[in-house]
């Protein structure tokens, strides 16, 4: 496999802890802020955060608008937490992101917060379908103010639930989780994303 070039939105969340999960996976890392940082990329990661303050963030440099003209090029995105909310095509409380650009994309309609404030964060073992590798246990997936996705288009694969809700999909080049993986040691669904974005590479 080439070494595929994946970028993290470095505008807030674990930015550093994601970057140190792509390196462990295999992939050569770079932030990006501006338009002009997408430049070269195989995949981007849209890390958790506020997905409001990132929208905001990125307005002045049409940052958004960006990333959606890149994936349609064929660069892969890897939306966590916030990072799945900002690729969603729908969000049902998105009061807070009128005016505001997003990247949209994935055909999911999701809720904010839909597992609870930050003092309901937990941990819980999930089984994701398709990561690579012969390791078969759970992953320790982390979910702090997670979104919930409430429903989902026919192109959307779900690769992980927690209590029959989906949890983790994929579609096309597109991969999003509600939880938040960088922040383990198991580095199973960015090793996911490192061959995702690396079949660009050698298309």
């Known amino acids: 496999m080439n070494t595929p070039h ?8 674990a930015v550093a802890e994601h970057a140190r999960a ?18 070269g990329l195989d995949g981007l990661i849209v890390p958790g955060g506020e997905s409001t ?10 940052l958004m608008e960006s990333i959606r003209e890149r994936h349609a090029e064929g ?3 890897f939306g966590t937490c916030a990072g799945m909310i900002l690729m969603a095509d729908q969000i049902l409380d998105a009061e807070a992101l009128t005016g505001f650009e997003r990247i949209g994309g994935l055909d ?7 597992y609870g ?20 246990t759970p992953l320790q997936a982390v979910f702090i103010r997670a979104p919930v996705i409430e429903s989902f288009g026919p192109e959307v ?9 989906p949890v983790a999909v ?21 090793r996911h994303f490192v061959e995702l974005s690396a079949q660009r590479t050698v298309s």
């Open 117 to 136: 404030s930050q003092l309901e964060s937990f941990v819980g073992p999930l089984q994701v379908s398709g990561i690579p590798g012969e390791d078969v």
């Open 22 to 39: 792509l390196r462990a996976a295999g992939a050569e890392v770079s932030t990006v802020r501006r338009p002009v940082e997408l430049e």
């Open 108 to 114: 999911v309609v999701v809720r904010r917060n839909g």
């Open 157 to 165: 694969e779900v690769i992980a639930s927690w209590q029959e809700r």
């Open 53 to 62: 303050t990132m929208a905001r963030l990125a307005a002045p440099v049409r």
């Open 6 to 13: 994946i970028g993290v939105l470095a505008l807030q969340g």
């Open 75 to 77: 660069m892969a995105m």
């Open 170 to 190: 994929r579609q096309g080049r597109i991969l999003a989780a509600s939880f938040h993986p960088e922040l383990t040691p198991d580095h199973r669904l960015h």
